[in-house]
C-alpha cells in the first residue's frame, strides 16, 4: 500500500510538472566566474544647470517672497506676487517681457570667492578685456531689466520706494535704507563691535569712519542698471582719511588708464573681520569684483548661497 500511495504521488507531482511547465524541466542556470562579469558601471548623476541653480538660491534666499519654483517652457522660473518670472538667461524677466529678451543684458549672478584671490599680475589678454570693458562700458551703458527686483522688495519707482525706508544708526553714523535689510544690518553692526572688543585694528577702523551712504536714487555709473543703493540695499562706508588709497575703479580710471593693475596695497580695505560680518548676514563686498569698490556693501543673500559660503539667517 504505502509504494502504491508513494508512486501515485510521483505520477500527480509529474502531471504538475507537465501542466505548470509546459513539459519542460527548468534547467539551473550557470553562473559564470566574477572574472568574466562584466559590471555596469553607473549611471552619472545629472548636474544641475546653472539656471537651475541661480533659481533655488534666489528661492532660499527669499523663501518669503518667492511662492515656488519650476522647471517650464524649456525654461527655470519662480513664482512670486501672482507672476512667473522666467531665468531667461540670467535676466529674470516676467512672462510678458520674455519678447523683449534682447533689450537686456544678464544680471549679475556671479563667482564670488570666499577670500580675496592672490594677487597676480595681468596677462596681455586680460588688459585687452580689461581695456575693452571700459571703452564699451562708456559707449554702449550696460541696460539690466529691474523687474524682478522691483517686484521683490516692492520698490518699482522713487515714491514706491522711499516709502520703504527706515533710518538708521550704523556704527554712529546715519542713513536711510530700505526695511527689510534693517535688521540685517543691526546684526552686523553687533557682531563688528562684538570683534573690535579683542582686536584694536577694528576699533581703530570704526573710529576712523568718516562717512556712511546708504539710500540715493541713482543709475549705477556709467549703465542704465538701478543701482543697489536706489533700492536702499547697499551702503558705502568711507574713512575720513583715505591714506593715498584707492577705493573705486571709476574714480581710479579718470586719472589712471590701467586702474586694473591697482595692487591690495594701494587700495583701500576694510578689515577682513569686517567683511565677514557683512557676509555672513547675506552682504557682499565690492572688493571681490573686478571692477573694484572697497567702500561698497550690497545685500545679495542669493549670491552668498549660490557659491556655497555660510549665511546666518536669523
Not at 501515485?8 to 539551473?28: E, M, T
Not at 554712529?172 to 553687533?190: F, M, Q
Given at each position: 500500500?504505502?509504494?502504491?500511495?508513494?508512486?501515485?504521488?510521483?505520477?500527480?507531482?509529474?502531471?504538475?510538472?507537465?501542466?505548470?511547465?509546459?513539459?519542460?524541466?527548468?534547467?539551473?542556470?550557470?553562473?559564470?566566474?566574477?572574472?568574466?562579469?562584466?559590471?555596469?558601471?553607473?549611471?552619472?548623476?545629472?548636474?544641475?544647470?546653472?539656471?537651475?541653480?541661480?533659481?533655488?538660491?534666489?528661492?532660499?534666499?527669499?523663501?518669503?517672497?518667492?511662492?515656488?519654483?519650476?522647471?517650464r517652457n524649456d525654461d527655470w522660473a519662480l513664482f512670486m506676487n501672482n507672476k512667473w518670472y522666467y531665468f531667461a538667461n540670467g535676466r529674470i524677466l516676467p512672462e510678458e517681457m520674455l519678447i523683449q529678451i534682447e533689450n537686456y543684458r544678464p544680471n549679475q549672478f556671479y563667482n564670488y570667492p570666499a577670500d580675496l584671490p592672490?594677487?597676480?599680475?595681468?596677462?596681455?589678454?586680460?588688459?585687452?578685456?580689461?581695456?575693452?570693458?571700459?571703452?564699451?562700458?562708456?559707449?554702449n551703458?550696460?541696460?539690466?531689466?529691474?523687474?524682478?527686483?522691483?517686484?521683490?522688495?516692492?520698490?518699482?519707482?522713487?515714491v514706491e520706494t522711499e516709502k520703504r525706508?527706515?533710518?538708521?544708526?550704523?556704527?554712529?553714523?546715519?542713513?536711510?535704507?530700505?526695511?527689510?535689510?534693517?535688521?540685517?544690518?543691526?546684526?552686523?553692526?553687533?557682531l563688528i563691535f562684538t570683534i573690535a572688543k579683542n582686536d584694536p585694528a577694528v576699533q581703530t577702523w570704526i573710529n576712523g569712519l568718516g562717512n556712511l551712504e546708504g539710500y540715493g536714487w541713482r543709475n549705477i555709473a556709467e549703465t542704465q542698471s538701478r543701482s543697489f543703493h536706489s533700492y536702499g540695499l547697499a551702503v558705502d562706508l568711507l574713512p575720513r582719511n583715505m591714506g593715498n588709497k584707492q577705493t573705486y575703479w571709476l574714480w581710479t580710471s579718470q586719472y589712471r588708464n590701467d586702474w586694473y593693475n591697482v595692487s591690495?596695497?594701494?587700495r583701500y580695505h576694510p578689515p577682513e573681520s569686517v567683511i565677514k560680518a557683512f557676509e555672513v548676514y547675506g552682504f557682499i563686498w565690492g572688493g571681490k569684483w573686478p571692477m573694484f569698490d572697497t567702500m561698497h556693501f550690497e545685500y545679495r543673500p542669493e549670491v552668498i548661497l549660490l557659491n556655497g559660503l555660510p549665511l546666518e539667517r536669523y
Open positions: 500500500m504505502k509504494r502504491a500511495a508513494i508512486s501515485a504521488a510521483l505520477i500527480l507531482f509529474s502531471a504538475f510538472n507537465l501542466f505548470a511547465f509546459g513539459g519542460r524541466q527548468k534547467s539551473a542556470e550557470k553562473i559564470p566566474p566574477v572574472d568574466q562579469i562584466q559590471l555596469q558601471a553607473p549611471l552619472p548623476i545629472p548636474q544641475p544647470t546653472r539656471a537651475e541653480r541661480i533659481i533655488k538660491s534666489l528661492a532660499q534666499a527669499y523663501p518669503d517672497r518667492i511662492e515656488k519654483i519650476e522647471f592672490p594677487w597676480k599680475e595681468l596677462t596681455p589678454e586680460e588688459i585687452t578685456r580689461y581695456n575693452s570693458w571700459t571703452a564699451n562700458r562708456s559707449q551703458p550696460p541696460r539690466r531689466s529691474s523687474f524682478f527686483l522691483d517686484d521683490l522688495w516692492q520698490a518699482s519707482n522713487r525706508l527706515v533710518r538708521i544708526t550704523f556704527l554712529g553714523k546715519s542713513t536711510k535704507v530700505h526695511h527689510a535689510i534693517h535688521d540685517k544690518l543691526a546684526k552686523v553692526e553687533s591690495y596695497n594701494e
